[in-house]
C-alpha cells in the first residue's frame, strides 16, 4: 500500500481531515479525545496508541491501516498498487469515497487471490451425478 510522502504521523492526519473537510473539534469529537490532544498529535508533540489511531481512522473514514503504518506500528508489506496510489490522491472524493472505493478494490483482490489458490474443480470433485439420457439406457447397458 503506497502511501503519500508525509513528514510525520501528525501531518498526515491533518492532510487527511483537511481533505476530508473535518474540523479539529469535529475529528476530536468523533475519535473520543481532547481537542487540545488530537492539535498535540497532529503538531507531532504525542504519540497516540494503537487504539486511539484506530478512532481517529474511524473518524476520517480511512483504514486503520494506514495509520498504523505511517505511526511505524506495522510495516508497509503490500505490493505497490498504482489503482490505491491514485484513489488516496485523488482529492476530489470525501475520506469516505476513497474508503468505500478501497475497501471494494481490496475485496477483489481477496477474492481473486482465494480463488487463484484453489485448484479447478469438475463435477466429478462436485458430487455430481451424471446426466442419464430420457430412456434411462447408458451407452454401457445397450446391447448390440
Do not use: C, W
Not at 508525509?6 to 501531518?11: D, N
Not at 510495516?75 to 489503482?83: F, N, Q, T
Not at 484453489?118 to 462436485?126: C, K, V
Amino acid at each position: 500500500m503506497e502511501l503519500p510522502k508525509v513528514a510525520s504521523l501528525g501531518e498526515y492526519i491533518r492532510q487527511q481531515r483537511q481533505q476530508a473537510k473535518i474540523s479539529l473539534r469535529q475529528l476530536a469529537a468523533q475519535a473520543g479525545v481532547s481537542n487540545p490532544y488530537l492539535s498535540q498529535v497532529e503538531r507531532g508533540l504525542r504519540k497516540p496508541s494503537a487504539e486511539i489511531l484506530n478512532q481517529i481512522a474511524k473518524g476520517l473514514h480511512i483504514s486503520a491501516q494506514a495509520l498504523y503504518v505511517q505511526a511505524g506500528l506495522i510495516e508497509d508489506r503490500e505490493p505497490h498498487s498504482d489503482v490505491l496510489a491514485a484513489i488516496r490522491a485523488d482529492v476530489t472524493l470525501t475520506g469516505r469515497q476513497r474508503q468505500v472505493l478501497i475497501d471494494i478494490y481490496e475485496s477483489f483482490r481477496k477474492e481473486n487471490r482465494a480463488d487463484s489458490a484453489q485448484p479447478p474443480q469438475s463435477a466429478e470433485h462436485l458430487g455430481d451425478d451424471p446426466v442419464l439420457p430420457r430412456d434411462g439406457i447408458t451407452p454401457d447397458s445397450r446391447e448390440g
